[in-house]
């Protein structure tokens, strides 16, 4: 049988390829064994977001925990990742199980890991549970009969949406979003955010809200290039505020103003910064991965905050969040999480903090942008994902570990950081990073200048780099 490893955020593999039942039932068999060895008493809360097969996976490894005799919590409908994360911790269960390939491409699904506290298991521990998988099924589960667990109370169905609606109604003034005047739309690209917005916010201007497993044939990724038709719908309706987007699970956002322009990631965390800092007077260190821009730690510097870079993955950010005082911890790809919360990203939960900044300041998203600018000097990142060979990566992964690069285009490396990754420093606050994907085929390829033509000059010149040796 084919060897399962955990990447970056989860086991993800193709649907009837290696993401088989056979293949979830030897995952879960080895999460059962982690569980029994250590808790007296351990429960489970396991669920799926809207991809196809999500249903038979969860049931597989629902069948797999109750032969173990471990109490399982199951969602009653579709969930996002959050959702799951914090029933979790609402539900003082032993772990969260999400059945789930976040943004992949919809032929993908995947199994993530949620640790007690509402947020990644922790690589050490991930780890553990990777080297008990056997190399074989050792037992049948079919005989497991669902409606006796459920009569016994050793399976219970759970609705996690209203208890994260409830938590969010605690957390949020939706009253002051509700009476702003703002007016914004929403693209859950087909994902497990759809429902809990409308429940939020009836009359939201809703894209993609119906059920379609196969995404129309795209990753539901919140990047620019998969989200034209919400940019183009703001730019025709003329009276839209902001547009918010979620990923497959709902634990990435996406974000537009008011003229249709996509806000990258780098922007969405200065303003959380700024608003929770400033607005919200909360306090605590900011934990962002290498891919981040500089300028939040310029930032951090003018506010007097603790900044800490971490390697590529949320859990590595999670763990600062565990751990230690942590305002907020952020990843370049629309992943984020702030005080008050679970120690998770949450695409839905990011959005609605944006809301609440424009909705008690009563500015626009981009004068928000321009006060943090009077800060940090303005910005623009372009990024560019290149699917390659593992032959071609390798030797990309190699060129970069012998430092050969010294200069990109016309200008000078001034200084190389290799935490996760290559990022090259140039003049005038200008970089580049190159970094090879943990759950995908694909190189990545990052850069940052002055404005958004010259950021894709410099990723057109590192492609010349790269492809030239």
């Known amino acids: 049988m084919s060897t399962i490893k955990f990447g970056t955020d989860g086991w993800r593999a193709i649907i009837g390829k290696d993401f088989t039942t056979d293949n979830v039932l030897r995952v879960a068999d080895a999460t059962a064994k982690w569980l029994k060895k250590n808790n007296s008493n351990p429960s489970v809360v396991i669920g799926h977001d809207c991809r196809f097969g ?259 993955g949320f859990k590595f950010v999670a763990d600062y969040i565990i751990n230690d005082d942590v305002l907020l911890g952020g990843e370049e790809s629309g992943g984020m999480a702030i005080k008050g919360h679970i120690p998770e990203r949450d695409g839905i939960w990011i959005g609605l903090t944006i809301l609440e900044y424009m909705a008690k300041t009563n500015k626009s998203i981009s004068t928000l942008i321009k006060d943090v600018y009077k800060i940090t000097g303005s910005f623009a990142y372009q990024r560019n994902d290149l699917t390659v060979s593992e032959t071609v990566k390798q030797h990309i992964i190699d060129f970069c570990k012998n430092n050969k690069i010294s200069s990109i285009g016309n200008l000078k490396v001034l200084k190389k950081e290799n935490i996760d990754g290559w990022k090259f420093h140039l003049e005038n606050e200008q970089w580049v990073m190159i970094r090879a994907s943990g759950t995908e085929p694909v190189l990545r390829l990052y850069a940052e200048s002055d404005t958004a033509k010259n950021a894709d000059a410099l990723l057109k010149d590192v492609e010349a780099i790269l492809y030239n040796n």
């Open 54 to 312: 999500g249903p038979l996976f969860v049931d597989t490894a629902i069948k797999v925990f109750l032969s173990y005799g471990i109490k399982v919590y199951c969602a009653n409908k579709f969930t996002s990742t959050p959702m799951i994360s914090l029933g979790t911790v609402k539900l003082n269960a032993s772990l969260g199980i999400v059945i789930t390939a976040s943004h992949n491409p919809p032929s993908y699904n995947g199994y993530k890991i949620k640790g007690a506290y509402g947020g990644p298991l922790l690589p050490e521990k991930i780890k553990e549970i990777e080297l008990l998988i056997s190399e074989k099924i050792l037992f049948d589960v079919e005989y497991i009969d669902l409606e006796l667990g459920k009569k016994k109370n050793e399976l219970e169905y759970v609705d996690l949406e209203e208890m994260y609606y409830q938590h969010v109604l605690e957390n949020f003034d939706i009253e002051a979003i509700q009476n702003s005047g703002l007016n914004f739309a929403y693209d859950s690209m087909f994902g497990a955010g759809r429902s809990i917005m409308k429940k939020l916010f009836p009359n939201i201007i809703h894209l993609h809200n119906d059920d379609n497993p196969g995404f129309h044939g795209q990753a539901p990724e919140p990047i620019h290039k998969n989200l034209e038709e919400i940019s183009n719908l703001i730019k025709s309706h003329k009276n839209i505020d902001c547009g918010i987007c979620t990923d497959g699970d709902a634990d990435r956002i996406g974000l537009y103003d008011n003229k249709g322009n996509f806000i990258d990631s780098h922007h969405i965390i200065l303003l959380l910064i700024k608003y929770l800092v400033t607005y919200k007077k909360f306090t605590g260190k900011v934990a962002t991965a290498f891919s981040v821009s500089p300028r939040v730690e310029k930032l951090c510097k003018h506010l007097d905050l603790t900044h800490i870079t971490t390697p590529i």
